[in-house]
């Protein structure tokens, strides 16, 4: 089905098209690219124009650009204009404008992919869904998220994130959701914020964009949750609160059982009942808040329970996986939790509460006594607190419950020193290094936890993880 043909891209651009085209899809990568898509040749680590050619030759209906590279002809399918970003966001406005369904604006220091794959989830069994791929929620990820829309889209979900203040607003304008939810205000970002404060005004920034009559979901159990409250009513929009002090949707009990969360909650003054098929109390308050944006677009609540209840992490964000360790005896595995996106101290204690809860196996493997071991990375952007948040983890009850902790990182020195000999696990200064020491880490019947800053590169350890497992021989 046509995305853009090159007339329509042009009107939304102001742009030139050197001949007629129709794209099927957009991309900004060519290695993803499909044969079909408009290519935008964004400025970023590499500039774009060098992969122009490249683009064409792998079935780019057209490449969006601000000049014709030296290596394409001068006949090829373009569409031409001064600023390549400004023309992807031009294209992103259009597709919204053009878009006649309900928009959902979610942003939130932690929680927003889950939450966003959440509504997907749900939302796909009510109708034609669209939403951001992976964490595209920057500068760039919002716009081309809206340019990929298709016309007749009935439920798109906009995940929207920042850095630094004053990015989140004018990509919810671009936006315009009919809701917008916060998930929850958190120590992540400090480098660019004087407090946690300063924060949850940012996070609350994304109401400016919500069209009007529209509804603020937010997070009732942030110490900032007044903060969200003003600005949803500066913006003239309904709120609904949830979480365990939802003022609409509170959650009354969340059980851990195997790989599972059993959760009671109320809706107004009606019980809800839910299961999510994967454990995790932060993953049942989050689904509490996807539950409230489902009753504020007036949809399907039981239908919207039974979808949620077939909902999975994404990777690398606390899914659980079982790793088959001898190809003949099938009882020898360990459970793998890759939470190796990323790491702030609020999602970092959800992990370990996680582990803490998970049931390990005895007398399976050489150490008889099935382990909660943990490999826990840096955690960046914490500003001048980084190394006292780190050594904070420490404290929690659920850290005390691990049976081992490896650390990685210069930040994390500073748990690993507080941490009692007997569950002190090794320092590593960076993944790579604890790489060639797992198996000697790990027996069958543990559970493993992988979790850390995205820049730490805890992926290396999961994937190490993954390439100690066998597939089960047939023996008949």
Sequence with gaps: MTLWTAAEAAAATGGRATTDWAATGVSIDTRTLEAGDLFVALKDVRDGHDFVAQALEKGAAAALVSHVPDDVPADAPLLIMDDVLAGLEDLGRAGR???????????????????????????????????????????????????RMPADTEFAVIEIGMNHPGEIAPLSKMAQPHVALVTTVAAAHLEAFDDITGIAVEKASIFEGVVPGGIAVLNSDVETSAILMARALDCKLRDIGFGEHGHD???????????????QATMGQEPLLYKLSTPGRHFALNALGALAVMAALRLDMALAVAALGRWTPYKGRGVRETILLDAVETGMTLDLIDDSYNANPTSMAA???????????????????????AFLGDMKELGPDAQALHAGLAHLPATQQIDVIHCIGPLMKSLY???PEAQRGEWFATAAEAVPRLKRHLDSGDVVLAKGSLSMKLALIVDAIRKMGHAPLDVE
Excluded: C
């Design 97 to 147: 404008a053009r878009m006649q369904g309900q928009v959902v604006g979610i942003t939130g220091s932690v929680g927003k992919t889950s939450t966003k794959e959440m509504l997907l989830a749900m939302l796909s069994y009510q109708g034609r869904a669209h939403a951001s791929v992976a964490s595209y929620n920057n500068h760039w990820g919002v716009p081309l998220t809206l340019a």
């Design 351 to 373: 992990a370990l509460e996680v582990l803490a809860a998970a049931e390990v196996k005895h007398d399976i493997g050489r150490v008889s006594k099935g382990r909660r071991i």
């Design 417 to 419: 020193h507080l941490l």
């Design 249 to 263: 949707f509170r959650l009354v009990r969340a059980t851990l059982q195997g790989n599972s969360t059993v959760v």
